[in-house]
């Protein structure tokens, strides 16, 4: 299976704008699907198939790709926000995620 | 209420084996592919094994192959992964999720347990 490569941590400041990103081989032939993962919780699906939003997920959530490289954008923070991220795909025999990224709000 | 529970986590030696569950309510179970996906204490999430509706498709990922078996019982509404030869590195928390519509082809997870636990350890 393909490597998804992913930046350890990220912080930023409430109200500002995260940039997760996720590089690797699948993309752009094969979807990209990003979660958010608390302690403790059972990890979200937050964007699915590359741009799509699931129903309940707030707006400053999106998804957007550029040659190998996908990308979760967190538009206006907020404290709530404060997770781990992590990007996925999928080839003919296989799943694999990235190796996450620690999102902190300061 | 839609959601998956896990079950049969514990603590086990190496070599052992070990039978983990996952029961679903709430929609057309059916309907679904399902996976088992884990995640060691501190570290990322694994993709583990994943199973179409009708169990014609199983993929397992190559840490696993050989020594874990998938099944699911769609009257039961019930996944299933069976562990044998249990190795140290396979201590973590196993997740069940749900997979695409039908079959095993490119797609995410929308719908997570919270997890078991198998920690294996002499």
């Known amino acids: 299976s393909s490597d998804l490569i992913q930046s350890p941590s990220l912080s930023v400041s409430p109200g500002q704008t995260a940039r997760i990103t996720c590089s690797g081989d699948p993309f752009p032939q094969r979807y990209a699907f990003w979660y958010q993962h608390k302690p403790g919780q059972a990890p979200v699906m937050v964007i699915h198939?590359?741009?799509e939003r699931p129903s309940g997920i707030p707006e400053r959530f999106s998804g957007s790709t550029s040659g190998t490289t996908v990308t979760l954008t967190i538009s206006g923070v907020q404290a709530e926000d404060e997770a781990d991220y992590y990007c996925q795909s999928a080839d003919s025999s296989s799943f694999v995620f990235g190796g996450g990224t620690k999102l902190t709000v300061l | 209420e839609v959601q998956l529970v896990e079950s049969g986590g514990g603590l086990v030696q190496p070599g052992r084996s070990l039978r983990l569950s996952c029961a679903a309510s709430?929609?057309?179970?059916?309907?679904?592919?399902i996976h088992w996906v884990r995640q060691v204490p501190g570290k990322g999430l694994e993709w583990v094994s994943g199973?179409?509706?009708?169990?014609?498709?199983?993929l397992y990922a190559d840490s696993v192959k050989g020594r874990f078996t998938i099944s699911r019982d769609n009257a039961r509404r019930s996944l299933y992964l069976q562990m044998n030869s249990l190795r140290l590195e396979d201590t973590a928390l196993y997740y069940c999720?749900?997979?695409?519509?039908?079959?095993?082809?490119?797609?995410?997870?929308?719908?997570w347990g919270l997890g078991t636990l198998v920690n294996v350890s002499s």
């Open positions: 198939r590359d741009t």
């Open positions: 999720s749900r997979g695409g519509a039908s079959g095993l082809g490119d797609s995410g997870f929308d719908l």
């Open positions: 709430g929609f057309t179970f059916d309907d679904y592919a």
């Open positions: 199973i179409s509706w009708n169990s014609v498709d199983i």
